[in-house]
């Protein structure tokens, strides 16, 4: 069953040592492909290139785990920084206007008044629903940025895998 995950995963193993292929991913950018990678220890983050990016584009961070049969290389899709950065600010503010509006609707209840404050917390509730639904959408427009970002690791780890690298 496939699950949806506001950040996409993926494990495949590695035909190679992980050394070898991080650096193949880094020379493989040099041929004027679409992504850019920025190679550190034990993995690396890819992007899709300046002139084809947009603000919804992802990013892929990849990093090797060993495991009984061999290193696996995991994936994980995420959002730009700046995206990222948004919806979490977003999270942040819905959940202090929920605990805003449960504290004033009981200083209300205190003073015998109307607690109409409490309204706002289930409308916190179903904003955050919203915006955790906004990454769905997110996800659609950047489906072709997922696949070429995902369709160059395959490329690199299958060249490994025939000998052609």
């Known amino acids: 069953m496939l699950k949806h995950r506001v950040r996409p995963v ?49 990013a892929l961070h990849l990093h090797v785990q060993f495991g009984a049969d061999g290193p696996e290389l995991h994936g994980r899709f995420s959002p730009s920084s700046p995206i990222w950065t948004a919806f979490l600010a977003s999270y942040l503010a819905l959940g202090c206007i929920a605990v805003a509006s449960a504290c004033y609707g009981c ?16 409308a916190a509730f179903v904003t955050a629903g919203f915006v955790y639904g906004a990454a769905f959408i997110g996800q659609g427009f950047g489906a072709e940025d997922m696949y070429e970002l995902r369709s160059f690791v395959d490329h690199v780890a299958e060249s490994f895998a025939l000998g052609v690298l």
């Open 107 to 122: 200083a209300q209840l205190t003073v015998d008044a109307t607690p109409w404050a409490f309204v706002g917390v289930p």
């Open 10 to 58: 993926f494990v495949r193993p590695l035909p190679v040592e992980p050394g070898a292929f991080f650096r193949a991913l880094d020379s493989a950018q040099e041929d004027g492909g679409l992504c850019r990678v920025c190679v550190f220890e034990g993995g690396a983050i890819l992007r899709i290139r300046e002139s084809d990016r947009h603000f919804w584009s992802p």
